[in-house]
Nanobody
Framework: QVQLVESGGGLVQPGGSLRLSCAAS????????MGWYRQAPGKQRELVAV???????NVADSVKGRFTISRENAKSTVYLHMNSLKPEDTAVYYC??????????????WGQGTQVTVSS
């Protein structure tokens, strides 16, 4: 069974920084793309950033220049480094990963979500 466990959310003032972490565990054969999504109250879930297995990244325009995504393949972990946070970044942030438990069968997995609140 595969699990994604997130950590690092919390309350931060505007202009502040946070780092989210997400570690995958379980019976994992390989991990392809890993990423972060967010969902604010009353809004649809949206992509924040994604990183491929070999390190190429894609970051949403709304956070470009402020957020960066990285991963440590040896630890099956993905990070979201968030700087210059704004109140509009307030949301539940979800980790996502495309994981194969055996050859040729990739499955989309989600973390439980971690709350990020940007407020003074």
């Amino acid at each position: 069974q595969v699990q994604l466990v997130e950590s690092g959310g919390g309350l931060v003032q505007p202009g502040g920084s946070l780092r989210l972490s997400c570690a995958a565990s379980g019976s994992i054969f390989s991990i392809d793309a890993m990423g972060w999504y967010r969902q604010a109250p009353g809004k649809q879930r949206e992509l924040v950033a994604v990183v491929a297995k070999r390190g190429s990244t894609n970051v949403a325009d709304s956070v470009k220049g402020r957020f960066t995504i990285s991963r440590e393949n040896a630890k099956s972990t993905v990070y979201l480094h968030m700087n210059s946070l704004k109140p509009e970044d307030t949301a539940v942030y979800y980790c996502n990963a495309l994981i194969s438990v055996r050859v040729g069968v990739p499955t989309n997995y989600w973390g439980q979500g971690t709350q990020v609140t940007v407020s003074s």
